[in-house]
């Protein structure tokens, strides 16, 4: 139902976008989220949009770089990441959960990731 795309290999410093496509329902009342999971940690939260309304929230490590966006005619949220870094590097989820939180538990429904690849 979540299917995330647009991942690659790009240089520090470059831009990526991601996409997540819905499908199979609506998310119209939820928050969709982007997750990232680098070798060896943790999974940690990036960024949310409230599907209604459209509101925003970053995780500090990418504020002010990366921005989340939706288009309802296409069920898609997007990640636009700039000015990437060396430590961006790591699998980027979608996620759709029935509020903002941080913690992943929370989220519902998970797309199957997409790699990017931040050489320095």
């Known amino acids: 139902q979540l299917q995330a795309s647009g991942g690659g290999l790009v240089q520090a410093g470059g831009s990526l976008s991601l996409s997540c496509a819905v499908s199979?329902?609506?998310?119209?009342?939820?928050?969709m989220a982007w997750f990232r999971q680098a070798p060896g940690k943790e999974r940690e939260f990036v960024g949310a949009?409230?599907?209604?309304?459209?509101?925003?929230s970053y995780a500090d490590s990418v504020k002010g770089r990366f921005t989340i966006s939706r288009y309802n005619v296409k069920n898609t949220v997007y990640l636009q990441m700039n000015s990437l870094k060396s430590e961006d590097t790591a699998v980027y989820y979608c996620?759709?959960?029935?509020?903002?939180?941080?913690?992943?538990?929370?989220?519902?429904?998970w797309g199957q990731g997409t790699l990017v690849t931040v050489s320095s």
């Open positions: 996620a759709a959960g029935p509020y903002l939180s941080f913690r992943s538990t929370v989220y519902d429904y």
């Open positions: 199979g329902r609506t998310f119209s009342s939820y928050v």
């Open positions: 949009i409230r599907w209604s309304g459209g509101t925003t």
